[in-house]
């Protein structure tokens, strides 16, 4: 099964939860965790494993060439993402805007904007125990996270295809680059907080979760931080709580040092054994 950890926003444990539900279930299943928040993949603040692999990723871009140019204009009217603009007798192409289409390349009668590789981030592959981990980091500077993403779950259909679970930590919000992680899973847990700001973003995700028609289920974690209104919007839209992680002071403290969770805290492996009875139900 492959296990989107998502969230409507930042900061709700997304990741905690991803690397916690990984390392248990690797103590009986085959497993890998994807960590797809790719401008911040922090999965390895927790898992020291040994590096397997390591990947160069890289994506395509056009690169102007100014002798074969005639400056028919064609190049920036069919960018759709303002990445190629003409400035007087000039073509600027602009990498970072650039979500390498291949429109321009294509279009361009003088084959003046040939496609050439182009550095993108790293993957890198380590194991911890059983765990296979997968980290995937974006360049600093760089804004198109789902072409990473994309590599990233390529080399996971590769190479992870027979385990059991594939745990996907999703970037967060409601972007294309969370969509490219869910949009590829068997199921989605959603991690939210019991506060107004907790709700608002999980009513986004649910909203862009329903509209892929990916079935998910709900965690709620700090659980007593807030008010019950979670809770009862859970309960109104007809969405199941698979279980809630009870605040605690020395889990943000655990957490802040790189702790794993689950093995010290009875309330995070009591709620790993609900998502993994909830999981296995569903197979
Ligand atoms: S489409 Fe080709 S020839 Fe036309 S302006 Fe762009 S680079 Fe130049
Ligand atoms: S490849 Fe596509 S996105 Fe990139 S500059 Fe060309 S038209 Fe724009």
Redesign the pocket.
């Known amino acids: 099964m492959r296990i989107a950890i998502a969230s409507g926003k930042g900061g709700t444990g997304k990741t905690t939860l991803s690397v916690n539900l990984a390392l248990k279930l690797a103590e009986s299943k085959s497993t890998a965790l994807i960590d797809l928040d790719v401008e911040e993949p922090n999965g390895s603040i927790f898992l020291k494993g040994k590096l397997i692999n390591s990947l160069d990723a890289q994506r395509m871009v056009p690169v ?1 060439e100014q002798k074969k ?7 920036p009217a069919h960018c759709l993402y303002n990445a190629v603009i ?1 400035l007087g007798d000039y ?1 600027l192409v602009m990498p970072e805007l650039c979500h390498s289409c291949h429109a ?1 390349s294509e ?4 084959d ?2 040939p496609m050439q590789a182009s550095p993108l981030g790293t993957i890198n592959h380590f194991q911890e125990n059983k765990l296979d981990f997968l980290e995937s980091r974006l360049n600093i500077g760089l804004e198109m996270a789902s072409p990473l993403i994309n590599q990233a779950l390529a080399y996971t259909d590769k190479h992870f295809a027979t385990h059991e679970y594939q745990i996907l930590d999703s970037p967060p919000g409601t972007s294309c680059s969370m969509i490219a992680a869910v949009q590829t899973a068997d199921y989605s847990i959603l991690v939210t907080e019991p506060t107004p700001f907790g709700l608002y973003d999980l009513t986004l995700a649910v909203e862009t979760l329903r509209h892929l028609s990916q079935p998910f289920g709900v965690v709620v974690n700090r659980w007593g931080i807030g008010n019950n209104e979670v809770i009862k919007y859970l309960e109104k839209e007809n969405i199941p709580l698979i279980a809630k992680i009870d605040h605690q002071r020395e889990i943000a403290s655990f957490y802040s040092q790189g702790k794993i969770l689950y093995r010290d805290f009875p309330t995070v492996n009591t709620a790993l054994e609900a998502i993994i009875s909830h999981l296995e139900a569903l197979k």
């Open positions: 102007w140019c005639n400056l028919c204009g064609k190049c003409r073509i321009c279009l361009c009668p003088a003046a904007l």
